[in-house]
């Protein structure tokens, strides 16, 4: 119950944002999108290539199921990419003919069937160590990684366990990036859930968050700040710390919860 109340004025306070902070940073800027196997889609208003894009390279083999329930649902055009990808336990995919610059990528991962583990790695940097996918259904946005191009090449891989890759976003600059699951934040709480947030959700982030996880850390831990809405909705170096709606999958409830290693 203590960790559904969590989520619940965690979600309360990011549909408000934090009175504390009244600027809000810049967002990157949305450059490419690429669905790994499956056409040409249009999500959150920005259209992503298809995965026979002459400037894109992957050797993972082709998947796709549209029968399997997403969890958490999604919208349509975001389910249909998710649920075709590439899979297979060692995969490479190269972003082709990508301008010198500073960028953040993200990478989209679901799972079909029974759980699995793998790494990923940016331009052969590893970003992420042994990822559970979950059970079926299951899907995320990993991300977002820093990083530069090399000879005009983005490479993301996966090792491990049989990854499942279904799509990539590509933004430009260091700003935050919108969530995907923005949308299911609620809007509009209730007195009685920002009080409880005022009494309950508050004081925990304070007293025990806000020395490694806020704007006045000496030295942020994780890259993610928890004293802000864009902060909790962009996560730290793996990923966003609430899922709206799903306690379990939450990052920050596992971790007050102190059961997972």
Request: net charge neutral; proline share 8%.
């Amino acid at each position: 119950m203590r960790s559904r109340g969590l989520v619940l004025g965690l979600i309360c306070w990011l549909a408000i944002g934090n009175p504390l902070r009244s600027a809000e940073p810049a967002q990157a800027t949305f450059v490419r999108g690429v669905n790994l196997h499956g056409p040409a889609v249009v999500i959150d208003g920005n259209t992503w290539e298809a995965g026979d894009s002459p400037n894109l390279r992957c050797n993972g083999k082709a998947f796709e199921n549209q029968a399997v329930p997403l969890k958490p649902a999604t919208d349509p055009e975001r389910a249909r990419m998710i649920r075709s990808s590439r899979w297979g336990s060692q995969i490479d995919v190269d972003l082709l003919q990508i301008p010198d610059g500073d960028y953040q990528v993200c990478l989209y991962v679901w799972e079909d069937n029974d759980s699995t583990r793998f790494s990923v790695l940016v331009n052969d940097r590893k970003v992420l160590d042994s990822y559970a996918s979950g059970p079926g259904g299951t899907w995320k946005r990993l991300g977002p990684w820093r990083v530069r191009p090399v000879d005009g090449i983005i490479r993301i891989s996966a090792r491990g366990g049989d990854a499942n890759l279904s799509g990539v976003e590509v933004w430009q600059g260091s700003g935050s990036i919108p969530s995907p699951l923005e949308g299911a934040f609620n809007s509009k709480p209730t007195d009685e859930e920002l009080a409880f947030f005022e009494s309950k959700i508050r004081p925990v982030l304070a007293q025990r968050c806000y020395e490694c996880h806020s704007q006045e850390s000496k030295e942020l831990c994780g890259n993610l700040l928890l004293d802000s809405r864009p902060g909790i909705s962009k996560g730290g170096v793996t990923e966003p710390p609430v899922v709206p709606g799903d306690p379990a999958n939450s990052l920050l409830v596992k971790a007050i919860r102190y059961t997972d290693p």
